[in-house]
T-cell receptor, first 113, second 116 residues
Framework: DQQVKQNSPSLSVQEGRISILNCDYT??????FLWYKKYPAEGPTFLISISSIKDKNEDGRFTVFLNKSAKHLSLHIVPSQPGDSAVYFC????????????FGTGTRLTIIP | DTAVSQTPKYLVTQMGNDKSIKCEQN?????MYWYKQDSKKFLKIMFSYNNKELIINETVPNRFSPKSPDKAHLNLHINSLELGDSAVYFC?????WGRGNNNEQFFGPGTRLTVL
């Protein structure tokens, strides 16, 4: 039972444009969401998070939007840079902390120079 | 100054063997985790230890046994390896655990296990 879904396995975006990565979840108990970024041969690294009491969180070029009624979140990267090329994982948890993260299968983002 | 390290990075072994993967974190964190990323790229938690105490044990065959000699180490022992155990195994750590803590997880680089 895949509770966190990233339906786009890959995405290509021109450098300087906006990258939008999407994530859907089915478990209504999830109340904290995270995005991780992963380069080849490395472990995932934390990027940005959002709790269910908010609908938006910004950190520099990265913004995460949460639509609880649709059980959907998205990560916006603007402007996209070549170094953003990586696999992005959406994750969710039922606690405010990061205990027992449930991950999506990832979206491979390629930024085209 | 690696935060979370795993050894070995690659492990190729025959079915039926017993192997271990070591994990160490130098962040002073209290909680450590083991994740498995299978061929379909699902990243699933297997175990979590907080202050050397097992707090999460997902439905994992008992051939897998985590061992935490101290807070900085969480090793994964796998007995009687099977073909389906082939995957990338990630260790992670976080400062604390549970509601109210900002418990960002830091991941190691992964260990690619191939069972022949």
């Amino acid at each position: 039972d895949q509770q966190v879904k990233q339906n786009s396995p890959s995405l290509s975006v021109q450098e300087g444009r906006i990258s939008i990565l999407n994530c859907d979840y089915t478990n209504s108990m999830f109340d904290y969401f995270l995005w991780y970024k992963k380069y080849p041969a490395e472990g995932p690294t934390f990027l940005i998070s959002i709790s269910s009491i908010k609908d938006k969180n910004e950190d520099g070029r990265f913004t995460v939007f949460l639509n609880k009624s649709a059980k959907h979140l998205s990560l916006h990267i603007v402007p996209s840079q070549p170094g953003d090329s990586a696999v992005y994982f959406c994750a969710a948890t039922t606690n405010f902390g990061n205990e027992k993260l449930t991950f999506g299968t990832g979206t491979r983002l390629t930024i085209i120079p | 100054d690696t935060a979370v390290s795993q050894t070995p990075k690659y492990l190729v072994t025959q079915m039926g063997n017993d192997k271990s993967i070591k994990c160490e974190q130098n962040l002073g964190h209290d909680t450590m985790y083991w994740y498995k990323q299978d061929s379909k790229k699902f990243l699933k938690i297997m175990f979590s230890y907080n202050n050397k105490e097992l707090i999460i044990n997902e439905t994992v065959p008992n051939r897998f046994s985590p061992k935490s000699p101290d807070k900085a180490h969480l090793n994964l022992h796998i007995n009687s390896l099977e073909l389906g155990d082939s995957a990338v195994y990630f260790c992670a750590s976080s400062q604390g655990w549970g509601r109210g803590n900002n418990n960002e997880q830091f991941f190691g680089p992964g260990t690619r296990l191939t069972v022949l």
